[in-house]
């Protein structure tokens, strides 16, 4: 039996290591909302799909390490975590979603953070979009 060398060995580790990592973002229903109207913002968990240009869904994350907050354009900071609902019919299937109401006419900015440990390495991700608020009868 031959011996693999060790640079190959390393290099096929690290390739299947990778190979499991998934990406989280986040979206909302619509970038522009009226005060005082609903928008939806929602927690994924997957892959790039068709060479990048869109994502497929692989499972639904935990949220045990995540943060999930929308920041007003005053700099008041809302969690979203509690308002999480599961969309999935099956415990590993759909995502999370939670409503939230803007109170100010602004941009608002929700953030996602993920701090988890992926095998032995210490992973941060992030994700922000963004969306505006109109104040009622603006177009």
């Avoid at 640079?7 to 499991?20: E, G, I, M, P």
């Avoid at 009226?34 to 935990?62: C, E, M, P, T």
């Avoid at 920041?71 to 590993?92: Q, R």
Wanted: hydrophobic share 35%; glycine share 8%; aromatic share 8%.
């Amino acid at each position: 039996m031959k011996m693999i060398p060790g640079a190959l060995l390393l290099t096929f580790c690290l390739l299947t290591t990778s190979a499991h990592a998934h990406d989280t973002w986040v979206e909302t229903n619509t970038q522009v909302v009226r005060q005082g109207d609903a928008v939806y913002v929602d927690l994924k968990l997957g892959n790039h799909g068709n060479g990048h240009r869109d994502f497929k869904l692989a499972s639904k994350i935990s949220l045990d390490k995540i943060t999930l907050t929308t920041i007003a354009p005053d700099g008041t900071s809302t969690d979203l975590k509690p308002e999480l609902v599961d969309t999935g019919y099956a415990p590993k299937e759909g995502y999370w979603s939670a409503k939230f109401v803007p109170d100010q006419a602004g941009l608002y900015l929700v953030a996602h953070t993920l701090d988890t440990l992926h095998h032995t390495t210490r992973a941060i991700k992030s994700g922000k979009t963004y969306f505006l608020s109109q104040r009622q009868g603006e177009r």
